[in-house]
């Protein structure tokens, strides 16, 4: 064999290590979700894993699609346009989360990609998904923002003020699947996790996307069904 054949060698077993490597974080986040689950008297596939791609390459999203990985969370619209615009028609089963926040001269773009936009955070940014649902025909589930931590610095709806946005978007006829939060960075998530449990169950809403590499077991013990991780399944982004 000539060196032209070795080189070509090694990069297909490095990538073969690559994919083990992502294949074997997948499963051990996979057991340790459905451990949570059931040690909370939840079934074992009771919350969803959204694997968290921001600042992750294409080549790394390929190769979770490769390995089974279909629920993505990306937190910016341009950056996930780039890399979606290529895997989605090779992976069209694949599905999307918008999970940073929205600007509403991003709400085309936004519509036109997500499955599901976790942070609606203000009235004008639900007018302005309803009208472009509406004109598009596309129509992404949506969640609730709510800033439980009431931080100046973060997107999210005030506690106090999240009854008022739910009403308004089920007014627009937004379809509103549940709520989302972020607790605060160095505070014991617990509390705001269950505030979060408490005010969708008074509003009626079923999802709940709450837990990232940290805190996702406690998360799911207080009634999450969506979970958020990118760090525990990639390592640490650049
Ligand atoms: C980055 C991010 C995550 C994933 O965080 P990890 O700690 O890497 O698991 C989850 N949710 C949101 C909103 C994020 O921006």
Do not use: Y
Not at 17 to 41: E, F, M, P, W
Not at 101 to 130: C, G, H, M, S, Y
């Amino acid at each position: 064999m000539g060196p032209g054949v070795r080189r070509d060698d090694r990069f297909v077993s490095l990538t073969m290590t690559n994919l083990n490597t992502l294949r074997a974080s997948l499963d051990a986040i996979h057991a340790r979700i459905a451990k949570a689950a059931r040690d909370s008297g939840r079934k074992a596939d009771a919350a969803e894993l959204v694997a968290v791609t921001k600042s992750q390459p294409p080549e790394a999203i390929r190769e979770a699609l490769a390995a089974g990985q279909c629920r993505f969370g990306e937190n910016r619209v341009g950056e996930a346009k780039l890399k979606w615009n290529l895997l989605k028609p090779e992976f069209p089963d694949a599905t999307l989360h918008l999970i940073g926040p929205l600007q509403t001269n991003k709400v085309p773009d936004a519509v036109a990609l997500f499955d599901v936009i976790e942070t609606v955070d203000r009235d004008r940014l639900a007018r302005a998904l309803a009208s472009e649902m509406d004109r598009s025909g596309r129509r992404p589930d949506c969640l609730v923002q709510v800033n439980t931590g009431e931080e100046p610095q973060k997107g999210g709806v005030l506690p106090g003020d999240a009854e008022g946005l739910v009403r308004l978007c089920r007014d627009l006829g937004l379809p509103l699947r549940g709520l989302m939060c972020i607790p605060p960075v160095g505070e014991p998530p617990a509390p705001h996790f269950a505030l979060l449990a408490e005010m969708a169950r008074r509003h009626g809403l079923g999802w709940l996307s709450m837990g990232m590499s940290g805190d996702f077991e406690t998360a799911i013990a207080l009634g999450a069904t969506h979970v958020r991780i990118g760090t525990a399944i990639f390592g640490r982004r650049a």
